[in-house]
């Protein structure tokens, strides 16, 4: 299992790829991929903060619970933090199994938990000015399947 949260841009082509050649033993790979939504043209940018440290144990934990969960050979969370403008990819998340079902489950899984309890700060800048994005009823709504 492999988990980054970084400044930086990703290449996401090249990170499936060598996702998917290490997962000896899987039959099926998942992927997602977040990316900063512009809300009509409206968002210049997101700036996302964190606590390093804290933020990386938060979802190593969330890693683990999908693990033992679900029968995953392994999976794989990258997040960007810092100033993204609309459209740039903000995340990934990864996730192989021997059989389709836990690696889509396990990926919806770690999906929920991430956007509800990653402990990410999310700001988005428009011409209007900034403000912090609030958690939504649904994202709470989503963990009740889990």
């Given at each position: ?63 683990d619970q999908a693990k033992a969960r679900f029968a995953l ?41 991430l956007k509800s309890r990653a402990p990410f700060w999310k ?24």
């Amino acid at each position: 299992m492999r988990l980054s949260v970084q400044e930086t841009a990703f290449d996401l082509g090249a990170e499936s790829n060598t996702f998917a050649a290490g997962a000896a033993g899987a039959g099926a790979v998942v992927t997602f991929t977040g990316l900063v939504r512009d809300n009509g043209g409206a968002l210049a940018a997101m700036e996302i903060e964190h606590y390093p440290g804290m933020t990386e144990k938060a979802i190593a934990a969330m890693m683990d619970q999908a693990k033992a969960r679900f029968a995953l050979a392994d999976a794989l969370v990258i997040h960007r933090f810092g100033r993204l403008a609309a459209g740039e990819t903000i995340m990934m998340v990864a996730t192989a199994a021997p059989h389709r079902a836990d690696a889509f489950a396990a990926a919806e899984f770690l999906m929920d938990w991430l956007k509800s309890r990653a402990p990410f700060w999310k700001k988005e800048i428009g011409a209007d000015g900034a403000a912090w994005v609030a958690a939504k009823d649904e994202d709470e709504a989503a963990l009740t399947r889990w």
